[in-house]
C-alpha cells in the first residue's frame, strides 16, 4: 500500500527535512528503482562519488540510506516514497538486491529477537543468578526510592511556599526560579515531575492566553496531589504504609507521573489486543531537549483508543513512524494503569489508507467516559474524544458545537482554529481531539475523504 503525499511528508522529523524530502523526489536524480510487495529502493546520485542506496520497508514503513543525514527518515527516504506516491511506474517488479534484503532480513531477525519473552530469558538463568540478579534491582530500587523521597518532601515545601506568597510573586522572580526547582528533581531522580514544572514555567513565562494564571493554578494544585500521593508510595514508614489504601493500578500510574519506566521487553512478552488499529491523529511537542510524538489509536473493531508515545533526541527522528490516516492490523499491550491509554505496537502488519471512520459515540457517552475515567484516575490529563458532526464557530472564542445543539470551547492553545473553520466550510466535519475536562483540543478533522491532522509543537 503506498502512502499519500501528505501521509509521507507527516513522517518527516521536522519541516525542513519535509521541504528537503520533496525536493528530492525528481526522476532524474534516481537510478535503480524497484519494488517488491514489502519494500521498494533506488539510488540518489549526491555530491559524492557513490549514489546514496535508499529502501523502504512499506509494511511499518521503515527506512534506510547510506547517506550521512543524522535525521530519519532523511531527504532521501522521503524523496524515494514520493517518487513512489507520484510515479508508480518507475518502480518496476523485480527480486530485490542484495544490499535489500540484508536489511530486511536484519529487521527480521531483530524483531523476532525482541519478541522473545522475559520468560526464556530467565529461563537460561541459574537459581542464584536470578536471586542475584533480583537483589541487585532491589538495592537500586531502595536507593532511588531514597532519593525520590526526598525530592518529593523539597517540592512539597516549595509548593506550600509558593501558595502562601501567591502567584503575584513570579513575575519578579522569573524563570531560573522554576529552573532551580526542576533541576532538583532531575537530581533527584524524578524526571517527570522537572517536566511538568518546566511546562508549569512555560504557561506563566512562554504564552499568552488569557487564563494562563488560572491554569497554572491548576496545574500547581494537580501537581501538590501527586506529590501527596507518591508520598504514601515513596517515604518513610508512616507515609509509605498508606499505599495499601491505593489501588495497584493507580500506584502504576503515579510512579509513571514521577518518572519511574517499565521495561519495554517484559512489557511486550505479554498479550496484547489485537485488532484493526486506525492511527486518528497525532501531536508533536518540542521543549528544546526532547521532542515526544503522541499518536492515537482508536482500534475499528473494539472502539478501544491507545495511545503510543516517541522520543527522539536533538536532530533525530523518530524510531517509529505511524502516518494519521492509516490503518494496519496489530497487537498492542498496554501499560498497567487505573485506565490504561499508553500502549506499545506489538506487531503490525497489512499497513492501509484509512477508507472512513466507524461511528463515533455520542458526545454525552464521551463525556461520561471521561467522568469514569476521572474517577479511577484523577491524575489524567488527556482523554481522547471522537466527535461525528462538529460545527467549528466563533463565538467572541473558538468552539465547537455538536450534533446535540452543546458547544465545547477550543483549548485556547490550539493555533489552527481558523484552519479548522475554513477546513469545515461552515458543515459539521468528524473530528478527533483531547478533553481536559475544560477545554477540547482538535487534533484531526475528517474532510474530502481523508483525514487531516493539525501536528504542531504546541503547549500542553
Known amino acids: 500500500m503506498n502512502l499519500t503525499a501528505e501521509q509521507i511528508l507527516a513522517l518527516a522529523p521536522d519541516a525542513s527535512a519535509a521541504k528537503a524530502g520533496s525536493q528530492q523526489a525528481a526522476p532524474a536524480k534516481w537510478s535503480g528503482l524497484g519494488r517488491t510487495d514489502s519494500a521498494v529502493w533506488g ?18 514503513p521503515a527506512f ?15 524523496g524515494l516514497y514520493l517518487l513512489l506516491a507520484g510515479h ?65 518532601e523539597e517540592l512539597q515545601t516549595w509548593l506550600e511556599d509558593l501558595a502562601r506568597e501567591g502567584l503575584s510573586s513570579l513575575r519578579g522572580r522569573g524563570p531560573a526560579f522554576w529552573e532551580a526547582i526542576a533541576a532538583r528533581m532531575v537530581d533527584a531522580q524524578a524526571g517527570a515531575l522537572a517536566s511538568r514544572l518546566r511546562r508549569a514555567s512555560g504557561l506563566y513565562f ?33 507515609t509509605s504504609a498508606l499505599s495499601a489504601e491505593l489501588p495497584v493500578e493507580l500506584q502504576a500510574d503515579i510512579r509513571s ?39 492515537w489509536l ?26 494519521p490516516g492509516t490503518e494496519f492490523d496489530g497487537e498492542l499491550v498496554y501499560y498497567p494503569g487505573a485506565w490504561p491509554q499508553r500502549a506499545l505496537i506489538k506487531n503490525q502488519d497489512k499497513l492501509a489508507t484509512v477508507a472512513a471512520l466507524p461511528p463515533a459515540a455520542p458526545l454525552q457517552d464521551a463525556l461520561n467516559g471521561y467522568t469514569e475515567a476521572l474517577a479511577v484516575h484523577p491524575f489524567l490529563e488527556r482523554f481522547p474524544v471522537a466527535l461525528d458532526a462538529a460545527l467549528p464557530r466563533y463565538d467572541g472564542s473558538p468552539c465547537v458545537q455538536c450534533s446535540d445543539g452543546r458547544t465545547l470551547p477550543i483549548h485556547p492553545g490550539f493555533r489552527h482554529a481558523w484552519q479548522l ?36 509543537d504546541s503547549p500542553a
Open 88 to 152: 508508480p511506474p518507475l518502480f518496476s517488479s523485480a527480486s530485490a538486491p542484495q544490499w535489500v534484503t540484508d536489511w530486511l532480513d536484519s529487521r527480521q531477525q531483530r524483531s523476532e529477537k525482541k519478541r522473545e519473552s522475559a520468560s526464556e530469558k530467565a529461563a537460561a538463568m541459574t537459581p542464584e543468578q536470578i536471586e542475584a540478579q533480583a537483589g541487585a534491582a532491589r538495592r537500586r530500587e531502595d536507593k532511588r526510592d531514597t532519593k525520590v523521597a526526598r525530592g518529593l
Open 43 to 60: 539510488e540518489c546520485q549526491g555530491s559524492g562519488k557513490d549514489p546514496y542506496r535508499t529502501q523502504i520497508d512499506l509494511g511499518e
Open 298 to 323: 482508536r482500534g475499528a473493531g473494539s472502539g478501544h483508543w491507545a495511545s503510543v508515545l516517541h522520543f527522539a533526541v536533538g536532530t533525530q527522528g523518530f524510531d517509529k513512524l505511524l502516518a
Open 421 to 456: 473553520l475554513a477546513l469545515s466550510g461552515g458543515h459539521p466535519l468528524p473530528l478527533v481531539g483531547e478533553w481536559d475536562g475544560h477545554a477540547l483540543f482538535p487534533l484531526s478533522v475528517w474532510t474530502e475523504g481523508r483525514l487531516h491532522n493539525f501536528d504542531s
Open 206 to 238: 512562554q504564552t499568552s492566553l488569557a487564563d494562563r494564571e488560572t491554569r497554572l493554578a491548576r496545574e500547581l494544585a494537580s501537581l501538590y496531589l501527586l506529590v501527596a500521593a507518591a508520598k504514601r508510595l515513596i517515604g518513610n514508614e508512616e
Open 257 to 295: 507521573l514521577i518518572g519511574w519506566n517499565i521495561n519495554q521487553d517484559e512489557l511486550l512478552a505479554q498479550a496484547g489486543v489485537a485488532d484493526r488499529w486506525q492511527v486518528l491523529a497525532q501531536r508533536t511537542t518540542d521543549d528544546e531537549r526532547v521532542k515526544s510524538r503522541a499518536t
Open 64 to 78: 534506510k540510506c547510506s547517506c550521512p543525514s543524522r535525521k530519519f527518515p532523511c531527504k532521501h527516504g522521503l
